[in-house]
């Protein structure tokens, strides 16, 4: 043994007959020690090679920590057999999961779950069935970057089909189910658009692949948009009114497209009375390093969760070392981890916009701390050039990244703030309620929070997307932006840019009414927007500091 970590036996692979017939594959990691360990489960659609280790250590390394690790391919992919239908079985299955890993050899019945994205949902889901059923429940969970709603956390954002996420994943996941099925026309062509711009064709959100392969992944079911669908798979629904109840260690990142998904699973836990922790980096979904975007973070933004899920599970399970502070957050302007019992309770700060009226054609708006006089900026959306999005969870290139060429354009209305005089500290959502009035029946508002630096970058900190199906009702429209935190110091600005697009993150609303996922490219129409500001319509953003 060196440096405390345990021999590991080559991994063996094992077959759970379900109870309908279908035989589940796992790979299972075994410390060489004498004793009975806890096991960590991990069910994952991939192919249980590759076992989240984009992000995550290899199965052999939490081996070594005194675990038995069990890694399973889901029903129909990898190498278990059945029909894989996304997330529809993962909750009988899971639960039958759980009962069989506490029965493994040289395990001493706790099961703890882990693993990221897809894999952090289906620990959700194995708890459900596992309460419904009645059957050995995990005795803890460490979901990373995973879905709570999944509709509104993954699929949709305010109310907008996530287009190129969206397809890109629809292919990836249709490609793996066509090679399994021998199906080498439907492979080659699912992942060749996988790698390409398949939105690209005449009806944006409905490509010609996905509609000839349908049967090989879950793209039209999301596309159709049945509550049944979200009901019968979302973990916020079948926890309604009760918390999961068992200890878990939620971890998120701050550029991760699933952030919500992340704090609304935290949330939900942390309601019960089983012990929550959270962690949130700098990351996107993948990597997890210190290099997220344009940004160096520094060495302080390099992954520990994996040291960090041994220590909670040590806690939960083994009865020693200390579990950690409930909540840690990367602080990106500071580069460093801040902690804190709960999460943090912001004051908002509010910041009004105002502009002579040529905040997208001169970037000459202003974020100012008391509302001005009427006015109002007039931003022109044409579909034949929509404003692209950068930076963050959904710009290509993502995470922090440099917008300022997309402020430039004419379809960006920038509002910038005076350089700050005194240091200030960000933690939560960010809103912005805009007035806006339009000559279309529909329109979309993509807005995003950057940082201007004292060298005249702009660095997306945050941003937020709005789907407005009525142009003509009366208010402000909120526009909800994903939590922050970040140290911001004398010298630096803020701005706000609000675009009506983000192609091609979200379909390209056509404006007129009919929905933008159904539409042709040829129906879209150009759409001038009026940003009011000052007077009986003061559009403002609401900024989360605390002490």
Request: charged share 20%; glycine share 12%.
């Amino acid at each position: 043994m060196a440096n405390g970590l345990l021999p590991v036996a080559e991994p063996e692979t094992v077959t759970l007959r379900l109870s309908d017939g279908v035989d589940l594959v796992a790979d299972i990691y075994r410390p060489v020690s004498p004793g009975h360990h806890p096991v960590m489960l991990m069910r994952q659609p991939y192919g249980r090679a590759i076992a989240s280790t984009q992000t995550l250590a290899h199965p052999a390394w939490y081996a070594a920590h005194g675990y038995v690790v069990a890694v399973q391919d889901v029903r129909g992919r990898g190498g278990s057999k059945g029909k894989f239908r996304l997330f529809r079985n993962e909750i009988e299955d899971g639960a039958a999961t759980l009962d069989w890993a506490a029965g493994l050899s040289g395990t001493d019945g706790q099961v703890a779950m882990y693993g990221s994205g897809y894999q952090a949902v289906t620990q959700f889901l194995a708890l459900a069935g596992a309460i419904r059923a009645g059957t050995k429940r995990p005795d803890a969970i460490v979901p990373a970057m995973g879905a709570w709603t999944i509709r509104d956390d993954w699929a949709y954002t305010g109310g907008a089909f996530g287009l190129a996420g969206n397809i890109g994943w629809a292919c990836q996941i249709g490609a793996e189910a066509a090679r399994l099925a021998g199906h080498a026309e439907a492979f080659a062509a699912l992942s060749a658009a996988a790698r390409g711009t398949p939105w690209a064709g005449p009806r944006p959100a409905r490509p010609e692949v996905l509609e000839r392969f349908s049967a090989f992944s879950h793209y039209a079911e999301w596309l159709a948009d049945d509550p049944a669908t979200w009901a019968a798979t979302a973990p916020a629904r079948l926890f309604t009114g009760r918390p999961p109840g068992v200890p878990g260690l939620h971890i998120g990142g701050w550029q991760d497209f699933l952030l919500d998904g992340t704090l609304g699973g935290y949330a939900a836990c942390e309601a019960g009375e089983a012990p929550q922790r959270l962690i949130v980096g700098p990351w996107a979904h993948a990597p997890w390093g210190r290099r997220v975007g344009a940004l160096d973070l520094g060495p302080e933004a390099v992954t520990s969760v994996d040291l960090e899920t041994v220590a909670f599970l040590d806690h939960e399970l083994k009865g020693y070392g200390a579990p950690g502070p409930e909540v840690s957050l990367f602080d990106i302007g500071a580069k460093t981890w801040c902690h804190f019992s709960h999460w943090p309770e912001a004051e908002p700060v509010t910041l009004f916009l105002t502009s002579d009226g040529r905040a997208a054609t001169a970037s000459t708006g202003e974020l100012v701390v008391e509302p001005g006089a009427y006015g109002h900026d007039h931003l022109v959306h044409d579909p034949w050039r929509p404003a692209p999005v950068v930076g963050g969870a959904w710009g290509a290139p993502g995470g922090y990244q440099d917008r300022a060429a997309i402020d430039d354009r004419s379809d960006v209305a920038a509002y910038s703030g005076a350089p700050l005089t005194r240091s200030y500290r960000l933690v939560g959502e960010v809103t912005a309620d805009l007035f806006i009035e339009a000559d279309a029946p529909a329109h979309d508002i993509h807005a995003t929070l950057s940082i201007i630096t004292p060298d005249g970058r702009v660095i997306a900190l945050t941003s937020g997307h709005l789907r407005v199906p009525d142009a003509m009702a009366f208010g402000p429209r909120r526009v909800k932006m994903r939590a922050v935190c970040t140290t911001l110091y004398p010298g630096q600005a803020l701005r706000l840019s609000v675009q009506a697009a983000a192609w091609p993150a979200f379909t390209i609303n056509p404006g007129t009414g009919r929905n933008p996922e159904q539409a042709e490219t040829r129906e879209a129409m150009v759409t001038t927007l009026a940003i009011r500001h000052g007077g009986g319509h003061p559009s403002r953003v609401f900024l989360p500091v605390i002490d």
